[in-house]
């Protein structure tokens, strides 16, 4: 139902799952090997994946924290757009790489949930996308010493209200691993 026309393609994108960002993340093994089963039946189904990239003054260009986990291994033939805002598509050029692949559909997995995931989702879902959150393929850092709720309820919280985001045209919410139908 996305509101982009000519857009019936589904892409599998994959925010920030680099080593400086997961190293101390929530349950970072098991997210890392969810998102890693997702890769595997995204490219079975040849269904386009996506991997973004931060950089920042901690995760400078061609640092071990800037590089993608080693249990993730991007294709040379798989877009790879670099960020350096919580958005995915802020000053980059994702929205030309999925508009050349006709995706108007997403399924989001990565991190950080209270930052790069929730800005990539709405960003996504007001320039007009279908936005899926998989729901147990993501993850943070604990920021609670600053305020957070711990890393578990930020998680909870996220996939509780994406579970509701509605607007005209569009639709959101969220998913298991274990159910996305790449094919939908």
């Known amino acids: 139902m996305t509101t982009l026309t ?17 190293g101390g993340a929530h349950d970072r093994d098991r997210v890392v090997a969810t998102i890693a089963g997702l890769v595997d039946r995204a490219r079975d189904a040849a269904v386009p994946v996506v991997w973004v990239r931060h950089r920042s003054d901690d995760l400078p260009p061609d640092s071990e924290q800037w590089r993608i986990v080693p249990e993730l291994s991007r294709r040379d033939d798989e877009p790879l757009v670099h960020k350096a805002y919580g958005d995915s598509f802020e000053d980059t050029d994702l929205e030309p790489v999925l508009a ?20 990539t989702l709405h960003g996504a ?43 005209p045209g569009r639709t959101a919410g969220t998913v298991e691993a274990a159910e996305v139908d790449f094919a939908a």
């Open 100 to 119: 050349a692949a006709r995706v108007g559909r997403l399924v989001v997995t990565g991190a950080q949930t209270d930052a790069c995931i929730r800005s």
């Open 6 to 22: 000519g857009r019936p393609h589904t892409a599998l994108l994959v925010v920030d799952v680099q080593n400086g960002v997961v």
């Open 125 to 167: 879902f007001t320039r007009g996308y279908d936005a899926t959150l998989v729901a147990d393929a993501h993850t943070t850092e604990d920021l609670s010493a600053y305020g957070a709720p711990p890393p578990a309820q930020v998680i909870a919280h996220t996939n509780l209200y994406w579970s509701f985001q509605t607007a």
